[in-house]
Each structure stands twice: as structure tokens, then as C-alpha cells.
């Protein structure tokens, strides 16, 4: 009669100096789980600087988020972000804000986001969403084939008249999807 053997199971390898860590040098660390809250800073603390100096402010909506993100840009950038921020409301007195991916946004109620800005090291990038429909177009392309840039550095004249004419413009546009 043969006998009854046990059904063999994989044996798991064991840990030696030489096996490989779980978490490695320079890993992410897991995704937060979809809708799970992130701590909110303590009152008063100062914005975390991200790269480039770009400030990180949680998402949200209104103006209160955006003025937190301006007031929070580094040096020369703060300034500009206030003006960029006042030409926006002067030409577009209707426009909604909010702050998302650590930027703020400029839309139209109904029709989507038209225009952000994000710091970089050397200057700001503003983004027209749908900036080649725009006339004469944001000198900077982009990989999406919609959307156009206008960089500003600290040294430059800010032709407001130019920037004014592609707000309006943009305004005037159904918002990009994508965002």
C-alpha cells in the first residue's frame, strides 16, 4: 500500500548578511491609499520648499490656498506671484482659484482650468492650458500639444499689456481636460 506523503511546500529563503534590504537607498516609499488624509502642517509653520523652491501647499480650493502658495514663493518670485495673481483678477474678475500639485490654478467656473504657475530654480513657468490656440503664441512648447509656457526670469521685463491679451484669451477658452 503506498503511503500518504505530505504535499511539499516552498521553503522561504533565509535572511543572510548578503539578502537585500526591504526599503533600499533612494526607494519611494509606499502611495498613500487613495482618499487617506495627509497631516496637515501646524498653524503658523512654514510652507516646505520643494524643488526650485517651489512651495508644497495642499490642495484646495478658493483664493485662501493661492495667496498661502504666493506668500510662500522664495525671494524676487513672491512679488512677481502677486502681480501675476493681481493681472489675473484685473482681466478676469470671474476667475476661480485653487492650488493643485503644488500650483496654483486659474479657471472659469463650468469650463476648466485655463492657466498655472509652478517656481523653478531660475524663474516661474507660466502655463497656458490650451496656449496654442493663443495669438501670437507663449514662446515655449510643450509635450502636450495643447498647452504652451512663458517663463520669467528675475532680470525681465514683464510686458503685462502681452500677458493681459493671453489671460483674456485664455479665459475665453473651454478649460483643458487633462486638468
Not at 492650488?99 to 531660475?122: D, K, M
Request: hydrophobic share 40%; glycine share 8%.
Amino acid at each position: 500500500m503506498p503511503s500518504k506523503a505530505k504535499p511539499k511546500t516552498a521553503k522561504r529563503p533565509s535572511r543572510t548578511a548578503n539578502a537585500k534590504p526591504a526599503v533600499t537607498k533612494g526607494a519611494r516609499a509606499p502611495a498613500a491609499k487613495k482618499g487617506a488624509k495627509t497631516k496637515a502642517p501646524p498653524a503658523g509653520a512654514k510652507p516646505v520648499l520643494l524643488s526650485g523652491g517651489n512651495p508644497r501647499i495642499a490642495k484646495d480650493e478658493g483664493d485662501a490656498p493661492v495667496q498661502a502658495y504666493i506668500a510662500a514663493m522664495p525671494g524676487w518670485k513672491r512679488g512677481l506671484g502677486r502681480r501675476l495673481d493681481a493681472l489675473i483678477v484685473r482681466t478676469v474678475p470671474r476667475v476661480r482659484k485653487a492650488v493643485r500639485w503644488n500650483s496654483p490654478f486659474y479657471g472659469i467656473e463650468g469650463q476648466g482650468w485655463f492657466l498655472t504657475f509652478h517656481c523653478f530654480a531660475q524663474y516661474v513657468k507660466v502655463t497656458f492650458l490650451r496656449g496654442r490656440s493663443l495669438l501670437p503664441r507663449p514662446p515655449v512648447a510643450s509635450k502636450h500639444p495643447n498647452v504652451r509656457y512663458f517663463h520669467i526670469h528675475e532680470d525681465d521685463s514683464l510686458d503685462e499689456e502681452l500677458l493681459a491679451n493671453w489671460i483674456q484669451q485664455a479665459s475665453e477658452l473651454p478649460g483643458d481636460p487633462l486638468f
